[in-house]
């Protein structure tokens, strides 16, 4: 088989849980070299959920997920290690260390796992910070940047080992429109000057629509839908059409099942 044609990500049955609670349904999802994809959905929708269980950060209950080749439920620690040097994630809350300065933050990722001299760290450390706009800014702390700058030192960090593949958990969350907008347009740079395969988690639309290639829909653990931005926008879901729109749903409730959620006792 070309590994080129074949799927750096692929997700297969998986089904997750917190307690007794089912969070994911089964899901199929798989990512292509070289596309942004897009991972959309409301808050409570399994996203994160999804995403941790992509990095390995959580073990498959039932399914399973291949990243990079490597079947994340069944390796050991030395393997998912040698799978995540490989990649590159942006937390959502950016998850700079605040007693490190921004440049030791992004310098962080070489000066664990590789034997670069520190001449070559400083420079490569400071080249992703001037990629993102924020060159000579090395020298401050997290606490002296903003909520935008955050978030581009955090993936200058991500990027600083050159990941094949890099995760980026909402990245406007919180931001204004035109820092978003900022981050929107680094992020279809990432993917066309360094050819990075790109996962994007979000639940905001305009940011969905501009950078995506294909974005999945999830929904209270369930899959509604893949494809692209035309195709997401014209579906005939209604569950799709509410999120689109930002029409409340209703909620049924089951008298049965809500009195036994009232009753049962703690396992």
Do not use: W
């Not at 995506?212 to 494809?227: E, F, K, N, P």
């Amino acid at each position: 088989m070309n590994e080129s044609a074949s799927p750096l990500i692929e997700v297969v049955g998986l089904e997750a849980f917190y307690g007794r609670r089912r969070i994911l349904h089964g899901v199929d999802f798989s990512v292509n070299r070289g596309e942004i994809r897009v991972i959309m959905g409301g808050s409570g929708s399994g996203k994160s959920t999804l995403l941790r269980h992509i990095i390995g950060l959580q073990r498959p209950v039932s399914g399973t997920v291949n990243i990079l080749g490597v079947d994340v439920g069944r390796s050991d620690a030395q393997a998912l290690l040698a799978v995540r040097r490989r990649l590159g994630v942006s937390f959502q809350g950016g998850a700079l260390i605040t007693s490190m300065s921004v440049g030791d933050n992004v310098a962080l990722p070489l000066r664990e796992h590789t034997q670069l001299d520190e001449t070559t760290i400083r420079i490569m450390s400071r080249l992703k910070l001037e990629f993102v706009n924020l060159g000579g800014f090395h020298d401050l702390m997290p606490s002296q940047l903003s909520g935008g700058m955050i978030k581009r030192a955090a993936l200058a960090r991500a990027i600083v080992m050159d990941p094949e593949l890099l995760f980026f958990d909402e990245p406007s969350a919180g931001l204004d429109p035109v820092v978003s907008a900022e981050l929107d347009e680094l992020i279809l740079r990432l993917r066309d000057a360094l050819r990075m395969t790109i996962v994007v988690v979000t639940h905001e639309l305009e940011s969905a629509f501009r950078i995506a290639d294909r974005i999945t829909v999830l929904d209270q653990g369930d899959v509604l839908t893949t494809g692209t931005v035309a195709e997401v926008r014209a579906s005939e879901n209604e569950r799709i059409q509410d999120l689109l729109n930002r029409r409340p749903r209703s909620v049924e409730v089951d008298v049965d099942e809500y009195l036994r959620r009232l009753t049962e006792e703690d396992a």
